[in-house]
């Protein structure tokens, strides 16, 4: 049976201040690919390290996770008591992977309606948002285009007003 090896980040609490990454990658290794490790060391007014904890982004299994934890929560290391946890995505990495998406999407050519409008309006006989109709004719398959009395296809508005004195213009 296979193990599949799925990217988790975890978060390790409760550090000692002279952990460096290279132990936390060798340390957690054992487990599964290491890919990145971040330290982040919290310091008071004085400039003394008050709290020190670290990311791993890790390539594991399920039943390596559940050993990893098993094994390494609360155990005493380099002068603490280890503390880990799943934790949340990191910001950086879903903000590279949502302008990924974001630049694929873009070289993709749309396939819903909005995208294909042009195209649609062309196979109903519109040339350059003009048709040859009569003023008010509804597009043919585009029930919210409309022949304008100059021919021209123009969107239906649904116009609300605020104030009950004034005139509104609504299908709804």
Known sequence: MEKKQVLKRLYVGGLGHTVSEAELQERFSKFGNVTDAEIVIRKDDQGNPMKTFAYINISISEADLKR???I???????????????AKESFL???????QE?????EKPCTDGKGNLLESL????????YMKAVPGTEVPDHKDWVVSKFGRV??????KGQHKSKISFSTA
Request: a positive charge; aromatic letters at 4%; one cysteine or more.
């Open 68 to 70: 990893c934890m098993s």
């Open 72 to 86: 390494l929560n609360k155990a005493r290391w380099k002068g603490g008591t280890l503390q880990i946890e799943l």
């Open 93 to 99: 990495h879903r903000l590279a992977q949502e302008r």
């Open 102 to 106: 974001a630049r694929l999407k873009k």
């Open 122 to 129: 062309n196979k109903a006989g519109v040339v350059n948002f």
């Open 154 to 159: 123009l969107p239906i508005l649904h116009l």
